[in-house]
Nanobody, 128 residues
Framework: QRQLVQSGGGLVQPGGSLTLSCAASGFSLDYYAIGWFRQAPGKEREGVSCISSISVDGTTYYADRIKGRFTISRERAKATVHLQMNGMEPEDTAVYYC???????????????????WGQGAQVTVSS
């Protein structure tokens, strides 16, 4: 059974850093686009960042509001994708989800509707 298992998350002070990880169980992520999404209380789930499969050179995309602060990366040997979050702001507080979509020839997108497998979510709270 294919599953995504998330780790990381927690409480961080404004300006601090946190890393989220998304590990595949039962399959390789090489030919999957991986997206990170977040949902704050009372708001819709939004795309944060994504990384394309290795067949599309792992192209990455970032939402404007986190561009320059967050970095997505793929650790192939461990079938894991990381989201390094720096310079965190209170507005980054949300439940973060990773998601996977088998996608060989097209670049990833930040659309929630296009992903098939989802992680369990991780709470990230930015507060002093």
């Amino acid at each position: 059974q294919r599953q995504l298992v998330q780790s990381g998350g927690g409480l961080v002070q404004p300006g601090g850093s946190l890393t989220l990880s998304c590990a595949a169980s039962g399959f390789s992520l090489d030919y999957y686009a991986i997206g990170w999404f977040r949902q704050a209380p009372g708001k819709e789930r939004e795309g944060v960042s994504c990384i394309s499969s290795i067949s599309v050179d792992g192209t990455t995309y970032y939402a404007d509001r986190i561009k320059g602060r967050f970095t997505i990366s793929r650790e192939r040997a461990k079938a894991t994708v990381h989201l390094q979050m720096n310079g965190m702001e209170p507005e980054d507080t949300a439940v973060y989800y990773c998601a996977a979509r088998h996608l060989l020839f097209n670049e990833c997108t930040l659309s929630t509707d296009e992903y098939d497998y989802w992680g369990q979510g991780a709470q990230v709270t930015v507060s002093s």
